[in-house]
């Protein structure tokens, strides 16, 4: 959500403390000629009449920040914390905690067995270092069989249980008999931390698009982003009549795995959500890699602090990668490197890549090589 969008507010009319001392100080003088019938008494620094306005007049401007701040807490621009929280209500929704991250966990016997091989519920397998999955329910080996696949999540919430390919998660903790081997078959997925003041924003700002049961655009990239924590961009598109094609990001920027699309289709697919004849394909976006290559110059005044300059200008690359790769079907944009290069100081810039590139809604474009190239001083 951009804020930029959104003129700033002064419940107060952007009252300084000095616009309230000279109030203050003119409301006396005038009441004073009014009473005494006199001109009104110069109020110099130190004069004790004046301090005792000074004074009072700070404290009425404390007063008026307070009420400032209760107003702006009113609004979702400004809001966080706590007061977020209650804005939150207002709109039937709260805060999401963390979350541990869930896999299946694949338990293996060395040959099929005449009796069923138990797996207990809350049995704990590791990474090997510091990382634990329990079993979510009891589960058997049946007879005739050699492995059984278990639910499993993570026994920490938060991100850190995520990430771990398959096969990563293989040591059994819990000693059982005739089991031999344990592997995680799906990337460990879904962890995530307490949902922070600009996630919270975002998801309130949109919940009125969850309201439509249409199968509107805004409605789908909605219940996408209600279906897991951790979601970024989200493209819907509409291929067909009734054909709903979805793809998405995780927030880190990556590619979602196998079992993050299959828990994003299972969330959608279900009748309360899924509008009557909507054929859903939920997916990770292809790719479109580009390269960066660009040779600037410096003005040879500037050459004082060309250490600085160069060291901006090795930001500006990145933060342009960063813009680039952020949105799925966003248009390849050598024109925004150019302006972001600028802005940190170089006095030409000269791109040999990225070229102008207009990008399908269906694509992500991810950076590959990246060659920033000093030309020297130029004169002015």
């Known amino acids: 959500m951009n804020y930029d969008n959104y003129p700033d507010v002064s419940f107060i009319e952007d009252t300084s403390c000095e616009d309230i001392l000279t109030k203050m100080i003119k409301d006396y003088q005038d009441m004073y000629e009014a009473e005494t019938g006199k001109s009104p008494v110069p109020l110099a620094k130190g004069n004790p009449t004046r301090l005792i306005l000074e004074a009072a007049a700070l404290q009425i401007f404390q007063a008026m920040q307070y009420a400032d ?10 809001s966080y914390g706590d007061y977020l929280d209650n804005l939150a209500a207002l709109r039937g929704t709260e805060r999401k905690d963390e979350e541990p991250a869930k896999c299946t966990l694949r338990f293996s016997i060395a040959t099929p067995l005449a009796s069923a091989v138990s797996i207990p519920a809350g049995c704990r397998v590791t990474n090997g270092n510091d990382v634990f999955f329990a079993t979510d329910e009891y589960a058997e080996i049946a007879v005739g069989s050699t492995y059984v696949d278990v639910a499993a999540t993570c026994t920490e919430a938060g991100t850190k249980g995520n990430g771990f390919v398959v096969g990563e998660i293989n040591g059994i903790v819990n000693t059982m008999p005739y089991v031999v081997s344990v592997s995680n078959t799906t990337e460990t997925y879904g962890g995530a931390d307490r949902e922070s003041d600009d996630e919270l924003k975002s998801r309130i700002y949109a919940l009125g698009k969850g309201y439509s049961t249409a199968g509107t655009e805004d409605a789908y990239e909605y219940m996408v982003r209600e279906s897991m924590r951790g979601i970024g961009d989200v493209r819907v598109t509409t291929p067909d009549v009734n054909e709903i094609y979805i793809v998405f990001t995780m927030s880190d920027g990556s590619l979602p795995s196998a079992a993050e699309i299959q828990a994003v289709a299972d969330y959608l697919d279900e009748k309360i959500r899924k509008p009557l004849g909507d054929r859903i394909t939920v997916a990770a976006p292809s790719t479109s890699i580009y390269n960066v290559e660009i040779t600037y110059y410096i003005a040879a005044s500037d050459s004082a602090v060309a250490t600085t300059i160069q060291s901006n200008v090795a930001a500006a690359v990145a933060e ?4 680039q790769t952020a949105k ?3 248009d390849i944009s050598p024109d925004y490197l150019i302006r972001l290069v600028m802005e940190a100081g ?3 810039v000269s791109v040999t890549y990225p070229a102008q590139t207009v990008i399908s809604d269906s694509v992500l474009p991810k950076t590959g090589t990246v060659t920033i190239n000093y030309g020297g001083t130029e004169a002015d």
């Open 346 to 348: 170089a006095k030409r």
């Open 320 to 323: 342009y990668n960063s813009w």
């Open 328 to 330: 799925i079907g966003r």
């Open 69 to 78: 701040f209760a107003g702006k807490m009113s609004l979702l621009s400004y």
